[in-house]
């Protein structure tokens, strides 16, 4: 086993080590540290390897919230590790590297959503997950790309919705509602506001055999075309059951399938597709990470439990959540019931 006092002093040490070594260096400080590792799908692959869990925004937010280990090591985004600390905010997140953010998540500020909602003073605001603390914080409920259009279904039909800060998210889920009061911010997320008809149909010409799935950040006339719109989690599914596939998302998921299922036709709608932000995590970094505690997700108390109200009603009204009663929190406070999400 690894001890801290063999922690190399750079980033740089570690990128000269073996990939086999760094595997071994991570599972043994994992457990050293009772860590569990959490990766998001747009991981790189030796990450996804290495990840306790790997799934969607949805579903990583509900293992944080589950999760017994002391220490959670998230690898994906900012916005994922925060959700994470606000959920689980007694136990130590770290992230690997603290540049990885979400471009989609820093269109919206705290301040700019506080003015929008001055203009609206009725409006009930839903936030996306991929934003800030902060902008959760200022939110009445959160979604993820999986239950966007669930969670809109919540909301008196009657009332004003200002949905942050996708708009093809808000676009696709006023489509799906029929509802007309949804006010989008104007934001997109980089990767999938580009994906483009051109490469579908280019897709679709070597492939006519195959399905298409597309992401909801994804523009409107590309979901249009789609056989399918779902998150990475939804595309995981759908891989499992179809022979053929153009999958209208990062590349990270469609490598991820391959591996899974080498016999099948699943195809990146565009092989451009590649979050940078979500790359930045390396195994040499989390291996760094694992040895020096390092970098901890750290939020104001005020801002992260407004937040937490905000996700904890997303959570309620998504499949296999149930906040636990008063009594069960009691029991857990006490020792007696070991915490967990309350699913099935
Ligand atoms: P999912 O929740 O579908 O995994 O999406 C997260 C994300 O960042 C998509 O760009
Ligand atoms: Fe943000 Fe888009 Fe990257 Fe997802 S793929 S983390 S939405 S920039």
């Known amino acids: 086993m690894i001890s801290t006092s063999e922690a190399l002093p750079s980033v740089l040490d570690y990128s000269v080590l073996s990939e086999g070594e760094l595997q071994a260096r991570i599972h043994s400080r994992k ?20 990840s306790d869990f790997l799934g969607d925004s949805l579903a990583l937010s509900q293992e944080a919230a589950a999760t017994d280990a002391s220490v959670i090591v998230f690898c994906g985004v900012h916005f994922m590790a925060e959700t994470a600390k606000i959920l689980s905010p007694d136990r130590t997140v ?9 471009p989609m998540a820093d269109f919206v500020t705290g301040e700019a959503l506080r003015r929008l909602k001055a203009e609206h003073p009725g409006a009930a605001v839903v936030a996306y997950v991929n934003s800030t603390a902060e902008v959760k914080a200022e939110s009445d409920i959160c979604c993820t790309s ?18 942050v800060p996708d708009r093809n998210l808000a676009d696709y889920v006023a489509d799906q509602t029929g509802r007309t009061n949804i006010i989008p911010w104007d934001g997109y997320c980089y990767v999938h506001n580009d994906l483009v008809l051109d490469e579908l149909d280019r897709a679709v010409a070597a492939h006519p055999e195959a399905k298409i799935v597309v992401h909801p950040e994804a523009r409107k006339e590309l979901l249009e075309r789609a056989d399918f719109v779902t998150s990475t989690g939804g595309m995981v599914d759908l891989a499992a059951e179809l022979p053929a596939l153009i999958i209208g998302t990062e590349r990270g998921l469609v490598d991820q399938l391959n591996l899974r299922h080498p016999g099948k036709t699943l195809i990146p709608l565009s092989g451009a597709a590649i979050c940078g932000n979500m790359k930045l995590n390396t195994l040499a970094k989390l291996a ?4 020096h505690e390092e970098y901890p997700v750290v939020l104001d108390e005020e801002i ?3 937040a937490e109200r ?7 009204v998504s499949d296999g959540w149930a906040s636990p009663t008063e009594d069960q929190v009691a029991l857990e406070d006490a020792g007696v019931r070991p915490r967990g999400c309350g699913c099935g």
């Open 31 to 50: 457990h050293e540290l009772g860590a569990v590792i959490l990766g998001h799908n747009y991981q790189r692959i030796e990450i996804q390897g290495v």
């Open 94 to 102: 770290l992230m690997p590297d603290p540049r990885a953010g979400c």
């Open 146 to 163: 999986s239950n966007a259009v669930g969670v809109v279904e919540t909301i008196d039909p009657d009332r004003e919705i200002i949905f």
């Open 288 to 291: 760094w990470c694992l040895d």
């Open 304 to 306: 992260r439990s407004r």
């Open 310 to 316: 905000s996700l904890r009603r997303m959570l309620e």
